[in-house]
Nanobody
Framework: QVQLVESGGGLVQAGGSLRLSCAASGSIFSINFMGWYRQAPGKQRELVATITNGGRTNYADSVKGRFTVSRDNAKNTLDLQMSSLKPEDTAVYYC?????????WGQGTQVTVSS
């Protein structure tokens, strides 16, 4: 069982940047899909960005050009570099991993963007 722990959230002004990190308790080499999701108050959890084991990425339209997802299989980490942040990016951000039929979630980290 892989455990995922996010860090790096916080309060930032609009236009600022934050970097989220997700540390895995075990090897992520065999986790084909990893990604970031977010959930704002009163809204459903939504996909932010994903990355395959081979490095192929996918982004929600709302974050394209502003966010960059990356993974380091050697360090068992997944990162999300967020730039040009907007108030609508405010949410709890979750790290996710899919390994075959198993799915893993972190506990989430709060990102608040003030206007």
């Amino acid at each position: 069982q892989v455990q995922l722990v996010e860090s790096g959230g916080g309060l930032v002004q609009a236009g600022g940047s934050l970097r989220l990190s997700c540390a895995a308790s075990g090897s992520i080499f065999s986790i084909n899909f990893m990604g970031w999701y977010r959930q704002a108050p009163g809204k459903q959890r939504e996909l932010v960005a994903t990355i395959t084991n081979g490095g192929r990425t996918n982004y929600a339209d709302s974050v394209k050009g502003r966010f960059t997802v990356s993974r380091d299989n050697a360090k068992n980490t997944l990162d999300l570099q967020m730039s040009s942040l907007k108030p609508e990016d405010t949410a709890v951000y979750y790290c996710n991993g899919i390994q075959g039929i198993r799915e893993f979630w972190g506990q989430g980290t709060q990102v608040t963007v003030s206007s």
